[in-house]
């Protein structure tokens, strides 16, 4: 079970970026996805999460309106859309997926088990 962030980079304010998340050796479909993120000397939160059985999705109140999680089962990747960056969003991100019965909004970062390497997002002019 491996899983791979990709998409960060560096961006202006009001920029956006796209990060993956894409598996090998297992189907990421029938799981629950989530994005979290760590920045310096703070502890890891979660962003945004898609579930599986109903694709319902999550989102930190301070992303709302601003990332879009969403999933390409063809290429078995989730995708995170960030828009209107701003400097309070650099962090690295992680991508993490687990087997979850309810909606991924109600569990914590202790549920996912699964969790790939991060990518670096840094939102600066």
């Known amino acids: 079970v491996q899983l791979q962030a990709s998409g960060g980079g560096l961006v202006q304010p009001g920029g956006s970026l796209k990060l993956s998340c894409a598996a090998s050796?297992?189907?990421?479909?029938?799981?629950?996805i989530g994005w979290f993120r760590q920045a310096p000397g703070k502890e890891r939160e979660r962003v945004s999460c898609?579930?599986?059985?109903?694709?319902?999705?999550s989102y930190a109140d301070s992303v709302k309106g601003r990332f879009t999680i969403s999933r390409n089962n063809a290429k078995n990747t989730v995708y995170l859309q960030m828009n209107s960056l701003k400097p309070e969003d650099t962090a690295t991100y992680y991508c993490?997926?687990?087997?979850?019965?309810?909606?991924?909004?109600?569990?914590?970062?202790?549920?996912?088990?699964?969790w790939g390497q991060g990518t670096q997002v840094t939102v600066s002019s």
């Open positions: 993490t997926a687990e087997n979850l019965a309810l909606s991924c909004g109600v569990y914590s970062e202790a549920d996912f088990g699964s």
């Open positions: 050796g297992f189907r990421l479909d029938y799981l629950a």
């Open positions: 898609i579930s599986s059985h109903d694709g319902s999705t």
